[in-house]
């Protein structure tokens, strides 16, 4: 099935003849594949300890993190102290391959697959989603609000600014329920979104952090509008901007919340929205679900005052 191999620059993909290509893109039943491919991890990882070390100082995708762990594990604490309204779960450092990617506008090349049908977590929503169904597949009447900080890693190429890695952490808020009458769920559920990271902010800035001054921007596709401006006017003291979305990631509704380091720089910290993910997993149209993510590992790097 396999031509002979080239010693050349090329695309191995292309040595592979019709019939190889088939049987591991879709021919292989599922736990074939993964025997197949544990079979050549056991024999390619029988390395030199050279090889090791180098990788581990070259890979940017087993480098230590830059932040001390304290003031991570500290972080973490007083994010999830500001989300008491939220259930913290920890999930694990997998889920199932293309849990990302066949909900959401990405790519499976920007994730980091395994051998084991499993792909390292790059994005904890996701996950989120898919335990969301499950429980609202158990208790249909039921609203499920969750909240996590986890290392996600990620595939594409990192930006060259600093603080920013292949992997990193997140803190991430989800809510998920059958939808009520005139979007009420996802209005409220945004709203509370906002407010909780807004509290977050607030409360790290008593514990030596600055994110003054911030912004909240609420964008909205034409037909969203109207419930854009009904989160705005739910959120009391809180200054909001309102703009289009146009980004097709989200299911007409955004929200981002922007901050300044205590050198100036300006940084979007915080984002959020509603998303069509559970309607796809539940093969539902009346669930609804609403996700946000504040980068909490830049926030250690970037807006620390002590």
């Keep these: 099935m396999l031509s002979a191999m080239s010693t050349d620059s090329r695309d191995w993909r292309n040595e592979l003849d019709e019939a190889a290509r088939t049987a591991l893109n879709e021919g292989l039943a599922a736990s074939s594949l993964w ?14 300890p050279a090889a090791l070390l180098e990788q581990w ?4 995708f087993v ?3 830059a932040i001390d762990q304290r003031t991570l594990h500290e972080l973490d604490s007083h994010l ?11 999930l694990a450092p997998l889920a199932p391959l293309g849990a990302c990617s066949n909900v959401a506008v990405t790519s499976q090349n920007r994730i980091v697959s395994t051998a084991r049908g499993t792909e390292v977590v790059s994005d904890p929503t996701n996950v989120l989603a898919l335990e969301s169904v499950r429980r609202l597949r158990e208790t249909p009447a039921a609203e499920i609000k969750l909240a996590t900080s986890h290392r996600c890693t990620r595939a594409q190429p990192v930006p060259d600014i600093p603080g920013f890695e292949a992997h990193f952490r997140i803190f991430c808020l989800t809510s998920a ?3 009520r009458k005139d979007h009420a769920f996802v209005t409220d559920a945004l709203g509370e979104h906002i407010r909780t990271h807004c509290a977050a902010l607030e409360r790290l800035e008593r514990h030596g952090y600055s994110f003054a001054p911030r912004s909240v921007k609420i964008l909205s596709t034409p037909a969203r509008r109207h419930l854009a401006e009904r989160i705005a006017a739910s959120l009391s ?4 901007i309102h703009a289009e979305l146009e980004h097709g990631y989200y299911d007409g509704l955004r929200f981002m919340i922007d ?9 979007p910290l915080i984002d959020g929205g509603a998303f069509d993910w559970l309607r796809k997993l539940g093969a539902n149209d009346k669930l609804a679900y609403v996700a946000s993510g504040m980068g909490s590992q830049l926030a250690a790097f970037a807006f620390r005052t002590r």
Excluded at 35 to 48: I, P, T
Excluded at 237 to 240: A, E, H, K, N, S
Excluded at 259 to 267: H, L, M, Q, V
């Design 35 to 48: 025997s197949l491919l544990l079979g050549v991890m056991e024999q390619r990882a029988r390395r030199k």
């Design 57 to 60: 100082r070259q890979d940017r």
């Design 63 to 65: 480098q230590p993190c």
């Design 80 to 90: 999830l102290a500001a989300a008491s309204e939220f259930e913290a779960i920890e």
């Design 177 to 179: 329920a059958h939808e």
């Design 237 to 240: 003291g809180i200054p909001v």
């Design 259 to 267: 901050a300044s380091t205590p050198d100036g720089a300006r940084i």
